[in-house]
């Protein structure tokens, strides 16, 4: 749906849902500011919600008639709030509960892609610094260490040395039960937005993110000028063709909708691509990398909001 093509009053009382309880918090203020302040831009009828600091029935008292999911992490995209939506009948931009919660737990969400054949990196599930010690083991090092549900790289340790694995396990425990320790992969960091729904999802030009030191901590995500992306991504055609529809695939296996983005590394040496995760309800600051890779193909800010707005929708119980 070509955003020209909507009609603003047509979206109703629109609740901008950002916030939240979670460690992402302040991006996601930053995401809904920028998205509240792009509709209205466009003559949408839309207000800034906190649900840490108002119940969601609210919504419903107040007349909204769908919502903008802009909350990063727990209980924004996580499949919970989406739930309660679904309960209030109150359309959503987004990826479903299911899709929702899958996407958001990284091992579920490799477990899945591997029984569709998908590559992603050899991990393990860890409750204890034992077991990340042992998975380093056969992992090998270097070794990503991370929260199972948590973004932004929170809790993120890059492993060099099987001593430091309690240090490690701490650093993701505090944020998770579930640590997830990965193989590391060598190479060039690249992400891959995806809008749409089913058969009609398309991908959007490939981003390579260039961060100092290759470390691309939630300072050089939201905060620092220091970190170069390059889009599109400078990649053989074929190379970019087959990353695109690894991304697709993924986005697709794991059930999501309206549009979300897919990270992804290109292993040194062979360019070998392997999933990470996909994001279900991705930045939009200004920071941000899928507003970055629809400008490349002439999709504005503002046209961007008001296209995944128009795709809200319900999810559970509607006609296959």
């Known amino acids: 749906m070509e955003a020209t093509a909507i009609d603003p009053k047509a979206m109703g ?54 919502a903008f999911v802009a909350l990063h992490g727990r209980y924004g995209e996580d499949g919970t709030v989406q739930g309660a939506l679904e309960l209030l009948g109150i359309p959503y931009t987004g990826s479903g509960v299911m899709a929702s919660a899958i996407a958001m737990d990284k091992i579920y969400a490799k477990r899945i892609w591997m029984t569709h054949g998908l590559r992603t990196p050899g991990f393990e599930l860890a409750r204890n610094a034992q077991q990340v010690a042992d998975a380093a083991q056969r992992l ?42 990965e193989e590391f992969v060598d190479g060039r960091e690249l992400t891959v937005a995806v809008l749409g729904s089913g058969d009609d999802a398309q991908a959007l030009p490939i981003i390579e993110i260039v961060a100092p030191e290759g470390n691309y901590d939630y300072n050089n995500k939201y905060f620092s000028d220091d970190t170069r992306y390059l889009c599109p991504a400078p990649l053989d055609a074929k190379l970019a063709e087959a990353i695109a529809a690894l991304s697709i695939a993924a986005y697709r296996a794991v059930a999501c909708e309206g549009w979300g983005r897919v990270d992804v590394m290109l292993r040194r040496g062979d360019d070998a691509p392997f999933l990470l ?13 899928v507003p970055m890779a629809a400008r490349a193909v002439g999709i504005s800010y503002e046209q961007l909001c008001l296209r995944i707005l128009a795709s809200a929708s319900l999810k559970i119980g509607r006609p296959a």
């Open 277 to 289: 995760e996909v994001n279900t309800s991705p930045g939009m600051t200004g920071h941000s990398l």
């Open 140 to 181: 090998g090092l270097p070794m990503a260490v991370k929260p199972s549900r948590e973004g932004s790289t929170i809790g993120f340790t890059k492993l060099a040395s099987i001593a430091a694995s309690a240090t490690a396990f701490d650093a993701a425990r505090a944020h998770d039960v579930d640590v997830l320790c």
């Open 13 to 66: 009382k629109v609740a901008v849902l950002c916030g939240g309880r979670s460690s992402e918090r302040d991006v996601s203020l930053m995401s809904g500011t920028g998205v509240l302040n792009a509709l209205r831009s466009c003559g949408v009828d839309a207000h800034a919600f906190d649900p840490a600091q108002r119940p969601l029935d609210d919504l419903v008292r107040d007349g909204f008639t769908r």
